[in-house]
């Protein structure tokens, strides 16, 4: 083990330094991938009008890591998708606007078991032990640096600018409807992967009574990308009381607005993050597992509120007087008071006005909302068609929730009505109470992908078991020549001398 001073000097490297690192954790990479054989032979035999085995919709860190499971598996002929451009997929670059994740620095993630190929092993080569030592959290920006770097290291590519727009069902597997650069163009496929993160479970959630009130270019979701900039000087209401709100304060604070008021319906920031229940290996992995009711009953508890801001993003508002914080905040109505905003709580006008509205108000889990799922929702089993909870633990949010297999295909309504259904994967927030929690988290990929890959490859297995069974008893081609032994098999007859000799040893 290393003494302290010598961790210690490799802090702050010196370029040269760095370089020498940066090289050394790449070879250290390379060295990982090729025990780990990471490069097997393709397995799946191609079917005559299919493009690709498996397309994965979501070039976001989910989506990069899954390509490198199914390439792992053997399951090579597959396409990743995002309809981004290159460097805004996911959210880490656009709309996530804290300083740090707030998920713990030491979690297993899109490595996947291979610990060079992790963010602690490449942020060490960059900034040394000691630095990532002192780290609370991990750097935002570092996060999305390292997913780009990872995407690379993996050699997983991306399509972007594709948009995954419907799905019809064919007879070989799906005809995907893609909009490329604009472009319609068509594919197929036999497996689709919907990696499409937080607002891909269904949409960012803007209350009616923002909505319905203002134009469109007075209020913005948490989820949207907003110039706070124009809004230097003015007042700024948030409503909301998650991390994504504070987030949105915070920003909007640093850019210069004038003042910034977040308005809680509750009558306290809710202080515990349930979902951390979650945590540990044995519910992230076995969740799953768990009866519909136990599943159900864990969910309802843990989703009665919305999460509340790490302690990171409220130290990060606290610091500016021009914060404030309306704590039962209930009844709000919006109207125009010339080109300013005014705000009725409970009837009553609060007296002063704004200039712009954030909704920090969540995502809702509607599949219905979703446009490349139109068409299909209507036979996609949903938890209100398969469980009914007791009296007391309703939840209309989760009873949206999609019934999901536990390799995350989507289940039928009405059985024998879609069974293509069985084919589409959802790895996004809203597998969260069918397989336990947000599969793209950090938290929820270690055992996630896995699980996912190991049901896809299972399926492209069992599918085509006569072409593998046909495969696995085929004639082999022998590994050994018999020139190898030839000249030692006993000749009884012509060496009779060595029987004698064998007696005598006996
Ligand atoms: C503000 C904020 C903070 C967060 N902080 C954390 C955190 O600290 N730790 C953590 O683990 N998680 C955090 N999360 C959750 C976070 O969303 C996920 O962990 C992570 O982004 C999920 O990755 P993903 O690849 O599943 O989805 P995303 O990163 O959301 O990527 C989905 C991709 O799908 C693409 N897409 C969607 N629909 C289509 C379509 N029809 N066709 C083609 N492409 C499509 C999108 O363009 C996008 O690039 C945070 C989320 C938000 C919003």
Not at 448 to 475: C, K, M, N, T, Y
């Amino acid at each position: 083990m290393r003494s302290e001073p010598d961790i210690r000097a490799q802090n702050n490297l010196s370029a040269t330094e760095r370089a020498a690192s940066i090289a050394r954790h790449d070879d250290a990479v390379a060295r990982a991938l090729r025990l780990h054989g990471v490069r097997p032979d393709n397995w799946v035999p191609s079917r005559s009008g299919i493009d690709h085995d498996v397309v994965v919709v979501g070039g976001g860190q989910s989506g990069a890591a899954i390509a490198f499971a199914l390439r792992r598996a053997g399951i090579a002929r597959g396409s990743v998708i995002d309809a981004a451009e290159e460097g805004q997929e996911g959210v880490w670059l656009t709309t996530a606007r804290m300083n740090s994740l707030r998920s713990p620095k030491l979690l297993p993630g899109p490595e996947l078991g291979i610990a060079e190929l992790g963010f602690q092993a490449w942020y060490d080569a960059r900034h040394g032990e000691a630095a990532f030592a002192s780290l609370a959290f991990i750097p935002r920006l570092d996060w999305a640096a390292y997913l780009k770097w990872y995407r690379s290291a993996t050699g997983v590519s991306i399509r972007f600018q594709t948009r995954l727009e419907g799905i019809d069902p064919v007879e070989s597997g799906l005809r995907l409807r893609l909009s490329v650069g604009g472009h319609p163009v068509e594919e197929t496929c036999r497996k689709l992967i919907l990696a499409t993160g937080f607002a891909g479970s269904g949409s960012a959630n803007t209350p009616a009574f923002i909505r319905s009130a203002l134009p469109a270019h007075l209020y913005a979701h948490a989820e949207e990308p907003i110039d706070f900039q124009p809004l230097r000087g003015r007042r700024v209401a948030i409503f909301g009381a998650a991390s994504a709100a504070f987030d949105a304060a915070a920003v909007a604070l640093e850019s210069g607005a004038a003042g910034v008021h977040l308005f809680c319906r509750h009558d306290d920031i809710e202080r515990y993050s349930l979902m951390r229940m979650l945590y540990y290996p044995g519910s992230v992995e076995h969740f799953r597992e768990l009866p519909d009711r136990e599943r159900w009953r864990i969910m309802s508890v843990l989703c009665r509120r919305a999460q509340g801001p790490v302690p990171d993003t409220v130290r990060r508002v606290r610091k500016f007087e021009n914060f404030h914080l309306h704590l039962g905040a209930r009844d709000p109505a919006l109207s125009l008071d010339g080109d300013a905003i005014r705000l009725k709580l409970a009837g009553r006008d609060i007296g002063f006005r704004f200039a712009f509205v954030v909704a920090g108000t969540g995502y809702s889990v509607d599949l219905k909302a979703r446009p490349e799922l139109a068409g299909h929702v209507e036979r996609i089993a949903l938890w209100r068609d398969r469980y009914r909870p007791e009296p007391g633990e309703e939840n209309a949010e989760l009873a949206r929730h999609p019934y999901l297999s536990p390799g995350f295909a989507f289940t039928e309504k009405e059985p024998g009505t879609a069974p293509f259904l069985r084919d589409i994967h959802f790895f996004s927030a809203g597998a969260m109470l069918s397989n336990g929690r947000n599969p793209g988290e950090v938290s929820g990929m270690r055992h996630g992908i896995p699980q996912l890959v190991s049901a896809i490859g299972r399926a492209l297995f069992l599918e085509d078991a006569d072409a593998h069974v046909a495969r696995i008893l085929a004639p082999p081609q022998p590994i050994l020549d018999d020139a190898e032994y030839k000249d030692r098999i006993w000749q009884e007859h012509a060496q009779p001398e060595f029987a004698g000799a064998d007696a005598v040893d006996g």
